[in-house]
């Protein structure tokens, strides 16, 4: 029973907004990491998506004290590390509030995706990474090896 207290003590002191350089927290299905003063929040909808499915990502940039804050050259680049090659990148556009940007992507196939989020703020580059695993669309089945022949 102590420890179980114990351990509840500590995982209700312990800090929600403290971020250390390169730390992943997660917020439902957003994530984010901090780089080079820059909190770095994204998010994907569908949350889950399959291959062959339009997906927006969501992103928001804040300062260290969690204010808003603009980017240039704000890129998203999608690789699929097993493949050994990337997908697309594209520009991140402003969204309506500061400091929010939205991008899309097709995802051409199912696998794990690795996108790349590259920017300037005050006149520093930054670049934080964010993984995703797209699945197959249901029903849809893989073939493998050679294609059936006709006799």
Same mark, same amino acid.
């Given at each position: 029973?102590? @420890? $179980?207290?114990?351990?509840?003590?500590?995982?209700?002191?312990?800090?929600?907004?403290? $971020?250390?350089?390169?730390?992943?927290?997660?917020?439902?299905?957003?994530?984010?990491?901090? /780089?080079?003063? /820059?909190? @770095? *929040?994204?998010?994907?909808?569908?949350?889950?998506?399959?291959?062959?499915?339009?997906?927006?990502?969501?992103?928001?940039? *804040?300062?260290?004290?969690?204010?808003?804050?603009?980017?240039?050259?704000?890129?998203?680049?999608?690789?699929?590390?097993?493949?050994?090659?990337? @997908?697309?990148?594209?520009?991140?556009?402003?969204?309506?509030?500061?400091?929010? $940007?939205?991008?899309?992507?097709?995802?051409?196939?199912?696998?794990?995706?690795?996108?790349? @989020?590259?920017?300037?703020?005050?006149?520093?580059?930054?670049?934080?990474?964010?993984? $995703?695993? /797209?699945?197959?669309? *249901?029903?849809? /089945?893989?073939?493998?090896?050679?294609?059936?022949? *006709?006799?």
């Amino acid at each position: 029973m102590r @420890v $179980y207290l114990f351990a509840m003590t500590v995982l209700l002191a312990t800090p929600t907004l403290g $971020y250390t350089e390169g730390e992943t927290k997660a917020a439902g299905a957003e994530k984010v990491r901090q /780089v080079d003063g /820059v909190h @770095v *929040a994204f998010e994907l909808n569908p949350h889950h998506p399959s291959s062959g499915q339009r997906a927006t990502a969501r992103l928001r940039l *804040a300062d260290e004290n969690n204010r808003p804050v603009a980017a240039r050259k704000l890129k998203v680049r999608w690789a699929m590390p097993e493949m050994g090659h990337d @997908v697309e990148t594209k520009s991140a556009v402003p969204a309506r509030e500061k400091g929010a $940007y939205t991008t899309t992507i097709r995802f051409p196939m199912g696998g794990r995706y690795t996108a790349t @989020v590259s920017g300037e703020h005050d006149g520093r580059s930054f670049e934080a990474t964010f993984d $995703y695993h /797209v699945m197959e669309p *249901a029903g849809k /089945v893989k073939e493998a090896g050679h294609g059936k022949h *006709a006799h």
